[in-house]
């Protein structure tokens, strides 16, 4: 816990302390210790427990509030909000956290308009009941409503691929700042979790340099819930929130390490830390008192006996045996990808493929499948299979190859739903399949596999990725060379890299598709690599690594 989170929970105590009408005493102590201790300057772990310097010489922080204090520091919990938080009605403790709201006004809502959830203080406010209230006039009411909508959707998760874009311009703007030394981003965002709930910002630089300003002013944030030297935090019209931390660089790979997670990958480190009579938090690896490392995260791993774990890695799936015993995989990289194993478009025109071949070049690929619409893989589509073909054709050279593709829907017996003749013209073909439970999909997905003509298994999808025992579906794709599509589309991507691993570790091959209909949506291949990495991917176990040749050997099987 860095300072201002304690801070944070010595003000949770205050107010619900407040709602209880305590001492006005005790409430204003708590409040008194949270200022105090968001306004250090050291972390509060690295302060003596006697003598000069220590907690309880401190300006109203006693024996009592400094032994909390460390409670928090040391063990990230406090009995006494747990015990606060069990007795206050859960609607109260959400109405505190609607800015505007403190502890009196979320009682005088509660208990003068019977308001019982936050739909209903919602309801109230746009029905002006809320103004009948002392205190409250068309300014807060607008505010109310404005945090319940922020709070809402702070608690969804968004793609990837829409965090990067939206954090951008906010890493331009902060990177501009001349006392910006060093930025990081971290948290799940680092991992490359397919989706992202908010975003961790860490920065060297002068504190007292209103680094942390450059977050709060920014244009497109609609809320700020913290702005101080060391921290500042916002969530943005979207509602994505992003918090800012500036740290010093002697501790920037120790906060790297802890604010990127995961929980039960960090736990796991601080555990192997503890045997070796060493603390490990976002300030760096401790020794009793000094300092023994946290520069780098490197250090932060040597200091325990590791290598560098890649960040995809940590999720305590294995990652810690592994690194211990020298079996991490060296993860599939970028530069390695020499190919798209599928572009899907329904323009066959030259100039629609003349586009996405110049994108391809462009991104450094030398080939391509590209799957064109349903009608090519029928018997009628004769006309519009030959276009394709002669699109393709002539897109292509200049050191991109375009293989054609087909999509077929695989029927309850493993069939292809489609005509054998056209199928044989083109390169590729991807089954596409859905079941009813997970021993009929399983039963149809090994069926298509071993008797028909098909060279990419796309991952069972209905609204949701379905299940089915990729152990016996990966066995059977293994003898004939088929590749386990990942689908790089935002929408596909959930769950992609425990399906990654599962079919890894049953000796599958793993291919990325794009499914670019235009230029513009070629580089999302990336984040489909990235679910590759989380799923402990090498370049030998995704098929786009390969040479054309090489891929076309596999497919020949």
Not at 365 to 394: M, Y
């Amino acid at each position: 816990m860095d300072n201002s989170d304690i801070a944070k929970m010595l003000d949770e105590v205050a107010d619900l302390l407040e709602l209880e009408d305590a001492s006005v005493f005790r409430v204003r102590a708590y409040r008194g210790a949270s200022r105090i201790v968001g306004a250090l300057a050291s972390p509060v772990a690295s302060l003596p427990e006697k003598g000069s310097g220590a907690l309880e010489e401190l300006p109203g922080i006693g024996k009592d509030l400094a032994a909390k204090i460390r409670e928090i520091a040391e063990t990230g919990e406090l009995a006494i909000l747990h015990e606060l938080k069990e007795r206050t009605p859960e609607t109260l403790i959400e109405l505190l956290q609607i800015p505007g709201l403190g502890p009196k006004r979320a009682k005088a809502i509660y208990e003068g308009l019977g308001v019982s959830s936050l739909g209903e203080l919602e309801l109230a406010a746009r029905e002006g009941r809320l103004r009948t209230l002392k205190g409250v006039g068309p300014k807060l009411e607008k505010q109310i409503l404005e945090g319940i909508a922020a709070r809402a959707l702070r608690g969804k998760r968004i793609p990837l691929s829409q965090a990067e874009a939206e954090i951008a311009p906010i890493l331009d703007r902060l990177r501009a700042a001349p006392t910006v030394l060093a930025l990081e981003v971290a948290g799940s965002f680092r991992r490359r979790k397919d989706t992202v709930g908010d975003i961790d910002i860490l920065v060297v630089g002068d504190p007292s340099a209103g680094i942390g300003k450059r977050l709060v002013t920014y244009e497109a944030a609609e809320h700020t819930l913290a702005d101080g030297d060391t921290k500042a935090s916002v969530v943005l019209r979207s509602g994505l929130q992003v918090d800012l931390r500036v740290v010093p660089a002697v501790s920037i790979g120790a906060a790297l390490h802890y604010f990127t997670g995961s929980k039960a990958h960090n736990i796991a480190v601080r555990t192997l830390g503890v045997r070796k009579k060493l603390k490990i938090n976002e300030y760096g690896v401790f020794s009793g008192d000094e300092r023994v490392s946290g520069e780098s995260e490197a250090d932060v791993f040597a200091a325990v006996g590791l290598p560098f774990i890649p960040p995809e890695l940590r999720e305590d799936r294995g990652e810690i045996d592994a690194a211990r015993e020298g079996r991490l995989p060296v993860l599939v990289e970028r530069v390695e990808m020499r190919g798209d194993l599928g572009l899907t478009i329904e323009d066959v025109s030259d100039e629609a493929i003349d586009a996405l071949a110049s994108g391809l070049r462009a991104a450094g690929l030398g080939w391509a499948v590209v799957f064109g619409p349903a009608e090519i893989t029928q018997a009628g589509g004769s006309t519009l299979r030959k276009r394709f073909l002669r699109a393709l054709a002539k897109a292509g050279g200049d050191g991109l190859e375009l293989l054609s593709g087909g999509v077929a829907t695989i029927g309850d017996d493993g069939s292809l739903e489609a005509d054998e003749d056209a199928l044989a013209e083109l390169d590729v073909v991807r089954g596409e399949a859905t079941g009813t439970d997970e021993k009929t999909l399983t039963r149809k997905l090994v069926a298509a596999v071993k008797g028909a003509r098909l060279h990419v298994l796309a991952r069972p999808f209905s609204g949701k990725p379905q299940s089915f025992d990729v152990e016996a579906v990966t066995k059977a794709a293994r003898a004939k060379g088929v590749v386990f599509e990942i689908d790089a589309r935002a929408e596909r991507l959930p769950g992609a890299d425990g399906y990654v691993r599962a079919v890894k570790d049953a000796g599958g091959r793993i291919g990325i598709a794009s499914h670019a209909a235009r230029p513009d949506d070629l580089g999302r291949i990336r984040y489909g690599l990235d679910q590759a990495r989380r799923g402990w991917c090498t370049a030998e176990d995704v098929v786009n690594t390969r040479s054309r040749d090489a891929l076309a050997k596999l497919l020949e099987r």
